[in-house]
């Protein structure tokens, strides 16, 4: 199975900016599409952004794009959402996940129920 280590959350004011990092490890056979989430207390799990395995293709939320990129190194395993402009609003736990299916596919991979394996979370906290 695949396991999913994040690291590279803090806190931070508004308009500043973080790098989150997602080491893959195990059997990277299932890093086919790394999906970036985000939940807020009492909230659901949102989708974020995602990219597909060679970078071939990325998908963003509008509440990010513009504002975050998303991008991975397929010889380290390692995913990476680098986040700009940062807004009290995107205050949240944010993971990493893996889907196992192959780029094309039909639509945005933004439902989380697609992703297999998940990562335990990293905290964004962005102040006023």
């Known amino acids: 199975q695949v396991q999913l280590v994040e690291s590279g959350g803090g806190l931070v004011q508004a308009g500043g900016s973080l790098r989150l990092s997602c080491q893959v490890e195990g059997r990277t056979a299932g890093f086919n599409i790394l999906g970036w989430f985000r939940q807020a207390p009492g909230q659901e799990r949102e989708f974020v952004a995602a990219i597909s395995r060679g970078a071939v293709k990325t998908w963003y939320s509008d509440l990010v794009k513009g504002r975050f990129t998303i991008s991975s190194d397929d010889a380290s395993s390692t995913g990476y959402l680098q986040m700009n402009n940062l807004r009290p609003d995107d205050t949240a736990v944010y993971y990493c996940?893996?889907?196992?299916?192959?780029?094309?596919?039909?639509?945005?991979?933004?439902?989380?129920?697609?992703?297999?394996?998940w990562g335990q979370g990293t905290q964004v906290t962005v102040s006023s």
């Open positions: 996940a893996a889907d196992p299916r192959s780029y094309p596919i039909n639509g945005a991979p933004s439902d989380a129920t697609e992703y297999d394996d």
